[in-house]
């Protein structure tokens, strides 16, 4: 192995670093309401870092602004454990719900809609909630729960939450209670 690929691989140093301050200041302008405007050399300026940079990483502001988004959105935190699927999920949802309708996560969560223009094949975001749906679904099938498939969660609990953050509509346990209350009626 090469320096330049031993470099390329590690997980901290002067990438981990840039990419930081390029989160941070992408993080800073949506909060400014820069949303909708916001330009890579923009984004340099503020981060203290040559645009080149950015756009050799990135290539362009509507990819920079979904990686920050998902990043933002999809926080690596344990999964509820409460011993039934039903309240698995309903504290999942809950948690979502309450992250998602934070003034600032919800910026970024429009701002990622935004930036996707035309049909979209695949959503990073959405990549993570399936995997976590369906670890929470395979918990509940090793302890012989009835469970739903992994696409009715999504469709029925974690879609209307982001629905509803997107629109600035109301998000509360309760509403994610109800939610994971009508997927599971459909097992």
Known sequence: MTTTTAA??????????????????????????HRETM????????AGVNATSIYRRWGSIDVLLEEV???????????????DLAGDLSAWAAIIGDDISRPHRTSYLRAMVAARDGLVEACPCWDIRIAQAGEMIARAQQRGEPTPQVRQVLDHVIAPLYH??????PIDADYAKLLVSDVLSMK
């Not at 988004?69 to 011993?83: F, H, I």
């Open 39 to 46: 330009t890579i050399p923009q984004v340099a300026e503020v």
């Open 69 to 83: 988004a998902v990043a933002a959105l999809t926080r690596d935190e344990p999964l509820p454990e409460t011993g």
């Open 8 to 33: 390329r691989k590690r997980p901290g140093g002067r990438s981990a670093r840039v990419r930081d301050t390029v989160y941070r200041a992408v993080g800073r302008l949506v909060t400014e309401g």
């Open 164 to 169: 509803h953050a997107v629109f600035g509509l």
